[in-house]
């Protein structure tokens, strides 16, 4: 299935686009540029921050995103915490520390970021509310 994707790696660059392979249990994918096409890029986890499936690429500038949980929040209630100081707060499924990365789902339902599979390499922290 077609996947609209911005990928943030860790040394600032961005990727749009789409990808039909991404798999969690590997370490490689490719994004093929939201920009009317071109060459594939090929993508490693290590160096990657994080990889947020969206609903637009555009997003909205002046959107700020809830930090509070919702009674409906699906999963384990947490706060991401990147080495580079962005925080977002919402859900984990599985916070289990086997694997490169876990997906997580934003607290609020208005924010772009449908969901995001965070790679571990990339937290400062990973805070779990109870």
Do not use: C
């Amino acid at each position: 299935m077609e996947q609209k994707i911005v990928v943030h790696m860790r040394d600032g660059t961005i990727h749009k686009g789409i990808t039909q392979e991404f798999d969690p249990t590997q370490t490689v994918f490719h994004v093929l540029p939201a920009e009317g096409g071109g060459v594939p890029v090929r993508v490693q986890f290590e160096g990657m921050k994080a990889i947020f499936w969206v609903r637009d690429y555009l997003g909205n500038r002046d959107f700020v995103a809830r930090r509070e949980f919702a009674e409906t929040d699906d999963g384990r209630k947490a706060i991401v915490i990147f080495d580079d100081g962005e925080e977002i707060w919402g859900a984990v499924r599985n916070p289990s520390d086997s694997g490169a990365g876990f997906f997580f789902y934003p607290a609020d339902s208005n924010d772009n970021n449908v969901r995001v599979f965070v790679i571990r390499s990339a937290l400062k922290e990973l805070r779990l509310v109870p």
